[in-house]
Every structure is written in C-alpha cells, then in structure tokens.
C-alpha cells in the first residue's frame, strides 16, 4: 500500500514538471509589469492574461504583480479559427494595403515592413481595440539636428535616436491593435534596433519624404503642416498628436517622465492623465522605494502644442546626461517598456472617451 501510495506521488510530481516543462519561461526585468512581458514574448493581454496569472499564482504579488527577477510560465500562443476562404480574404486585403501603401506611408493602419527593420518587421494584429483611432507620432528633432548630447563612457548619445526608437516602437504596437499610425519622421535604413548605443546619423525624413531643413522653426513647421492636413483627411475620426523627447539637464538631475499639454485643450490633458496614470502605476510596481515625481502640467507655448490640430501631449522621457536615466534608454527592453506604457495610456484614453 505504502509502495503504491509513494508511486502515485512521484506519478503526480512527474506529470505538473513535464506539464509546467512545455511552457515557454520569461524573465521578469527591471520595468516590467505583466502586460509588458507577455507583449515582448508575442501575447495579448486581453486573450492570455487571465491564464498567466493562473500559472505563475504563487509567484505573483498580491496584487498580481511581477517580482523582478523571477522567471514565469508563459501561456500557450492562441490562434483564431478561420475558414480557408476568410485567411484568403485576409491574405489579400493585407496584399493590397501594402500595395497602396506611398511614399512609405499609408493611410491604413500599416506602415511598411521595412520601416521597422528586419527583426520586427511582421506586424501582427492582435486585435482591433484601437480601431478607429488615428495617431500622429512625432519624435523630437531629427535629420541635421541630434538635439540634445548626453556623454555615456566614451560613447555620445543623441537625442534624436533614442526619441525615434521609442517612437517607432510605439508605433508598431499601436498597429498591432488596429490604429492608423503616421509616423511623421521615418529613418529609411534604422529600424528597431535592440544596441545599447545607436548610431547617429542624419538621413531622416519628415512625411512624406521630405529633406529636414535644419531652421528648428522651419523642422516644426514642415512637420505640423503635414499633421494638420492629415487631421482635415481624417475629420471626424479620434485622433491624436504625441510629441516624444528626451531632455538636456544638468548631468546630475535624475528626472522621471513628463507630460505637457495646451491650457485649452481638455482633450489634451485627459490624455496626459491616462499616460502620467500608467506610467505612475507601473514606477510604483517597478521601483516600489522611490516615488514617481513626473506630471502633467500646461506648456502652451511649446510649438507642436499650439499648432496642432489634433489634441497634443509632448513628453519629456528623461535626461540623455543623467547616468541614472541614461539606463532607461540604453536597455532596448526599458525602451520598449516605455512604449508600451504610453499605449496602455492612449487605450485607456480611447475606450474611456
């Protein structure tokens, strides 16, 4: 009896290792919340969330949180049921997207493949949670203009760089949840790029494929004329203009993540709150011992700001001289923590509207 009792326990600690083993395993790091994880390794929130949680229960706080460091159980990738004649229909419709697609750009929800370079080109739908949605990403400076120099050991880092990787990131998970995205400066050659420290150069464009003139005044102006066009090509739709910098502080003020709006646009600054709301939340969960001190508050004055259309929020990521904030933007994961972040604000900030 007591043979067989020992047996069926070494059966049944067999069966949950060999089932826990075909479970693919993530590492929880530094920025990371739940959303974030399952978004770097291909999930959905809204279609794998409840799962993850049942998997990795005991290695949650109480909250349901992450604990950094800690590896957990990834859920099996879901895939809809579709008959032959609806994939072909798909396959089609995606065929003539990118066939309209000019000027590197569409008026579709799909920038092209190669804007996003050849790690991340496939771009998923996921779902369609932001259909309808028309987003403007504008990434400060650009072209003949880095913008601000932070110093990292023998390396520069360039403002501009480090803006338009977050941006296009951005970009690429807004599309994977059925927003139209224009992103109103394009690098034709960069990509997403995963290095710590990347490149300068000078070859990008405004939309469409328009030479940067390096007047800040005439950069501002090219861009915000062609966000204004698109805005009136759009009229009626939701539509939004987010504005991605990085600041030039002294090297040793540490500072958090910035919102700034018009004074009259309500608009504007409920979507700043939704933003400054997530990136509150998950700086809570991530660094629980120091307080978040970023916020939103009125720039009028800024020129994106007060020239667009469509409501405006412009961000200040951090300082590219601060050694501390330098960290946020030389680990591509904390950068693509950002973007995500800034798209669970605009989610809540649509499906709240």
Request: no cysteine; proline share 5%; hydrophobic share 35%.
């Amino acid at each position: 009896m007591r043979t067989a009792v020992l047996f069926g326990l070494l059966f049944l600690i067999s069966t949950l290792a060999f089932s826990q083993s075909k479970y693919r395993r993530a590492l929880a790091k530094p920025g990371d919340g739940v959303n974030t994880l399952l978004y770097r390794n291909g999930l959905n929130p809204s279609q794998h969330l409840r799962q993850f949680q049942q998997l990795n229960r005991a290695n949650l706080t109480k909250r349901n949180g992450l604990i950094i460091g800690r590896t957990y159980l990834l859920p099996h990738r879901t895939t809809p049921k579709t008959t032959a004649g609806k994939t072909a229909s798909r396959t089609k419709t995606v065929a003539a997207t990118r066939a309209a697609t000019s000027h590197g750009i569409s008026t579709t929800p799909m920038l092209p493949s190669k804007l996003f370079g050849p790690a991340y080109g496939a771009v998923p739908v996921r779902d369609r949670a932001l259909r309808g949605a028309v987003y403007y990403l504008s990434p400060g400076h650009a072209g003949p203009d880095p913008g601000a120099i932070g110093q990292y050991g023998t390396y520069k880092l360039a403002e501009d760089e480090y803006a338009y990787d977050v941006t296009i990131r951005l970009a690429r998970v807004l599309m994977e949840h059925g927003a139209t995205v224009y992103m109103m400066v394009q690098d034709p050659n960069d990509g997403i790029r995963d290095e710590s420290v990347l490149k300068m150069d000078y070859d990008e464009l405004t939309y469409p494929q328009q030479r940067i003139p390096l007047s800040q005044l005439g950069r501002l102006r090219q861009r915000m004329t062609q966000v204004n066009k698109l805005y009136a090509r759009h009229k009626g739709a939701y539509q939004r203009l987010l504005s991605l910098h990085v600041d030039s502080r002294s090297a040793g003020q540490n500072i958090d993540v910035f919102f700034y709006h018009h004074q009259n646009s309500q608009a504007g600054l409920r979507l700043a709150k939704n933003i400054h709301k997530v990136f509150t939340a998950r700086y809570k969960r991530a660094q629980p011992t120091r307080p978040y001190k970023g916020n939103v508050s009125v720039r009028s004055s800024l020129y994106e700001v007060r020239t667009s259309h469509a409501p405006a929020v412009f961000m200040e990521l951090g300082n590219i001289r601060n050694s501390k904030d330098q960290r946020r933007f030389v680990v591509a994961d904390n950068r693509q923590a950002l973007a995500n972040w800034i798209y669970e604000g605009l989610l809540a900030d649509y499906t709240g509207r």
